[in-house]
T-cell receptor
Framework: DGGITQSPKYLFRKEGQNVTLSCEQNLNHDAMYWYRQDPGQGLRLIYY???????QKGDIAEGYSVSREKKESFPLTVTSAQKNPTAFYLC?????????????FGSGTQLSVL | DQQVKQNSPSLSVQEGRISILNCDYTNSMFDYFLWYKKYPAEGPTFLIS?????DKNEDGRFTVFLNKSAKHLSLHIVPSQPGDSAVYFCAASAGGTSYGKLTFGQGTILTVHP
């Protein structure tokens, strides 16, 4: 059935290490997004992509990188430059209906620092 | 600068009663508003939305009210059920070039007691 798949569910990062979070969707949505959730805070936008081979920085892009080589896939790399990576990461996708958007979210990846 | 605020971190109601969750925003460019429900360690799921051309939208037990002059929206759940216990996020979009970019509030934890 259609949806957004994030993997892994839990991920641990060592100091100085880059880690990559996977996000795959089979909804045929054009746009994909990465959000970060910290305890007691709302979701904050890291990166988004409206079309293949194009992506834009969100509000908190520093220390992260993305790629969009396929419509279905939008992996997020948390680099060693991200000094506070521990958070719950959410991937989403959307298709425009009329003039408004509705985002569909994956089940998330909890990243922790060892 | 928190453009979308949910000032109540938590709300507790009795089963069968009304739950009212509130959200305030500051950006006059926001023209589309959504409510999402989130369980722990899962991604948010879409509940209901409203365009700025309306002041009310209803879907079953859920009704969203928008007061543009006060920059305030609220979600009413009637009657509340124990399964409604979750974190509720309001989100806003400015449309246009903000295509799909949602700004989220901090969330309100709703607990419905049997």
């Amino acid at each position: 059935d259609g949806g957004i798949t994030q993997s892994p569910k839990y991920l641990f990062r060592k100091e100085g290490q880059n880690v990559t979070l996977s996000c795959e969707q089979n909804l045929n949505h054009d746009a994909m997004y990465w959000y970060r959730q910290d305890p007691g805070q709302g979701l904050r936008l890291i990166y988004y992509s409206q079309i293949v081979n194009d992506f834009q920085k969100g509000d908190i892009a520093e220390g992260y990188s993305v790629s969009r080589e396929k419509k279905e896939s939008f992996p997020l790399t948390v680099t060693s430059a991200q000094k506070n990576p521990t958070a719950f990461y959410l991937c989403a996708s959307s298709i425009r209906t009329g003039t408004n958007e509705k985002l569909f979210f994956g089940s998330g990846t909890q990243l922790s620092v060892l | 600068d928190q453009q979308v605020k949910q000032n109540s971190p938590s709300l507790s109601v009795q089963e069968g009663r009304i739950s009212i969750l509130n959200c305030d925003y500051t950006n006059s460019m926001f023209d589309y508003f959504l409510w999402y429900k989130k369980y722990p360690a899962e991604g948010p799921t879409f509940l209901i939305s409203i365009s700025s051309i309306k002041d009310k939208n209803e879907d079953g037990r859920f009704t969203v009210f928008l007061n543009k002059s006060a920059k305030h929206l609220s979600l009413h759940i009637v009657p509340s059920q124990p399964g409604d216990s979750a974190v509720y996020f309001c989100a806003a979009s400015a449309g246009g070039t903000s295509y799909g970019k949602l700004t989220f509030g901090q969330g309100t934890i709703l607990t419905v007691h049997p």
